[in-house]
């Protein structure tokens, strides 16, 4: 069994607790993606029991977060497939999230002080980051010092708290690779704000051109909001939240090209994988994740 089997096992094995009095249906829609943290502190920390539970501890706090995240945004797609909301409704999607969540924090109880507060201060941070979005929602947001301030809060907290904690139990550097893990988290939200613009429908497995439509005033919004005159200022205010027709995302597409929008966007995310990679001492498979995240939008940069 590899590694990351070891991780999903390990979920299904404390989750199996609850059958009975949870219904197997429900337990069956814990799906654990990616799993980006896990592997993280399989690289930073090696397999051991100790690690296999720490990346489980994690993952079930990310799975957790995101029922909760699609009960808020009213998502009915998640990785490509209906949402636990919507097919089983979001009093079931909250209370999964509550269930997982808390054996999450019981697990978490039998590890070093560091790590319980380090993960326990990242989960404060993403319910306010997600505060901090949903805020934001209600008008266009053209500060991007905000915005970054959220995406870190809502995104990379967890991720940089699973770079430290991995390096706090092997005894590795653990302020380097949070430095390492809070540029990748940054790095890969602001390559979903540039995906949601430049990927198709396919390829993200959920709609694309949403985030604008959703009352998100992304980075790649705010640049072209502080880049354009007056009058694309208005038309840009203009589509906020709203539900765009072709000539409107066609008229949105050339501003982006107008002013190199999408590059200016890309050269962040890049400065940012360079900044993570520094702290990555080396680590080849560290590095190798960081070039994934820029990898992931730079073929449609072309
Ligand atoms: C996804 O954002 C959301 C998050 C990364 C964090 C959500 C956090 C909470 C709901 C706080 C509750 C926490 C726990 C542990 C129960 P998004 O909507 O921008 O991304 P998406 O496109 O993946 O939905
Ligand atoms: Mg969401």
Redesign the pocket.
Known sequence: MSDIQKVKHQIISWSSSFKGDVELPLLDMINTGKMVRARLVLIIAGESIKSIKLASIIEM??F??????????E?SI?RGESSVNARFGNKSAIML??L??SK?YFELSNFEIEVIQSISNA?CM??L??MI?EKLGGSFNSDDDIYMDMIYK??SS?IESSAYCAGIISNTNPNRLKAYGRNIGIAF?VV?DLLDIVASDEDLG?PSMV?FQNG?STLPYIYLYKASNNEEKKFLLSCFKKTLDNISQNKLSSLFQKYGILKKTYLLVTSLIEKAQINADGNVELIKISKKISENVHCHMQ
């Open positions: 706090i990310h957790a977060s995101l029922l909760h995240d699609d009960v808020i945004d998502s998640r999230g509550d997982m969540y999450a989960v993403l319910s980051g997600e979005d809502k995104t967890l939200q979903d959920k985030d998100k």
